[in-house]
T-cell receptor, first 111, second 116 residues
Framework: EDQVTQSPEALRLQEGESSSLNCSYT??????LFWYRQDPGKGPEFLFT???AGEEKEKERLKATLTKKESFLHITAPKPEDSATYLC????????????FGEGTQLTVNP | DARVTQTPRHKVTEMGQEVTMRCQPI?????VFWYRQTMMQGLELLAY????????DSGMPKDRFSAEMPDATLATLKIQPSEPRDSAVYFC??????????????FGEGSRLTVL
């Protein structure tokens, strides 16, 4: 069964303290790994798509990387406005357009 | 600014009542999804449509849930009869998905359902 596991469940950082979030996956035939950001009371907002091991994507203070078993979302010098829940999702080659989401990492950045 | 619009944003109802949630996807998007989010289960796919045709509703309890797209500007999710365990936030998302290498979904703000 396809699994997406995110760690840690929650992470508290001081402003400027860099860290990484992890997304481990076990799927056969990965057709994309997706990162979303979700603010309280809002729907998830797309951040990145990664398709193959070794691929990297960057956006402002965020950088996503992908290996054959996991993805990392690196946050460099975070600011309080980066506080949100970060969700990882995978698409498998035999599952059509279905995305399977992980439980998310709740990030809090204190000023 | 194009966005997915969901109504109602909040709904409180009593067990046994019918609930209908509506979604207006982004114009031009060919795929529409219904997801449910709870603290216990996270985001779960209920159903999705491609060009208004249902492609996968395996995540949906068929005895009480139904999803339709009567036209390209409207997707509906109906629960009849509703039960307390249906309490959750229901998200609609749309995307222009062409081939295997696309995946950006745009989510609405959700419909928070509470069944008493």
């Amino acid at each position: 069964e396809d699994q997406v596991t995110q760690s840690p469940e929650a992470l508290r950082l001081q402003e400027g303290e860099s860290s990484s979030l992890n997304c481990s996956y076990t799927v056969s035939g990965l057709r994309g790994l997706f990162w979303y950001r979700q603010d309280p009371g809002k729907g998830p907002e797309f951040l990145f798509t990664l398709y193959s091991a070794g691929e990297e994507k960057e956006k402002e203070r965020l950088k996503a990387t992908l290996t054959k078993k996991e993805s990392f979302l690196h946050i460099t010098a975070p600011k309080p406005e980066d506080s949100a829940t970060y969700l990882c999702a995978v698409r498998q080659e035999t599952s059509g357009s279905r995305l399977t989401f992980g439980e998310g990492t709740q990030l809090t950045v204190n000023p | 600014d194009a966005r997915v619009t969901q109504t109602p944003r909040h709904k409180v109802t009593e067990m046994g009542q019918e609930v209908t949630m509506r979604c207006q996807p982004i114009l031009g998007h060919n795929t529409v999804f219904w997801y449910r989010q709870t603290m216990m289960q996270g985001l779960e796919l209920l159903a999705y449509f491609r060009n208004r045709a249902p492609l996968d509703d395996s995540g949906m309890p068929k005895d009480r849930f139904s999803a339709e797209m009567p036209d390209a500007t409207l997707a509906t999710l109906k629960i009849q009869p509703s039960e307390p365990r249906d309490s959750a936030v229901y998200f609609c998302a749309s995307g222009l998905l062409v081939g295997p290498a696309t995946g950006e979904l745009f989510f609405g703000e959700g419909s928070r359902l509470t069944v008493l």
